[in-house]
């Protein structure tokens, strides 16, 4: 849902960005990364090298807005949704696969 979410605020970030709504494209952008810092602060780097690659994506993710933020790249924007978005999806199924092996009826 995490992911989602940041995915709808950095979609919200380029429209503006289109429309010249600079102020819409730092709330947007800002939102998005309070996203990132709260998943990266959520990971529980006992776990091993996961947390790890995780934190540096999120650090990455939030560093390539803040990037299109300041040059207006809406490429920047667009690669980190994509990202993001298949990072959602990646988890998503993972949970289908993890509930169907216990054996928990997953519909869709």
Excluded at 53 to 61: C, F, G, Q
Excluded at 81 to 100: F, I, N, P, R
């Amino acid at each position: 849902i995490l992911y989602e979410g940041a995915q709808r605020f950095i979609e919200k970030a380029a429209r503006a960005l289109e429309a010249q709504d600079y102020a819409a494209v730092s709330l947007n952008v800002g939102k998005a990364q309070q996203i990132f810092a709260e998943l990266a602060a959520s990971l529980n780097f006992d776990a091993g090298d996961i947390a790890h690659n995780l934190n540096r994506l999120y650090d990455y993710w939030s560093w390539r807005l803040g990037q299109g933020l300041i040059h207006k790249d809406l490429e920047a924007f667009r690669e980190v949704s994509a990202m993001v978005g298949d990072m959602a999806a990646a988890w998503a199924e993972a949970v289908k696969q993890a509930l169907t092996q216990r054996g928990v009826r997953v519909s869709g």
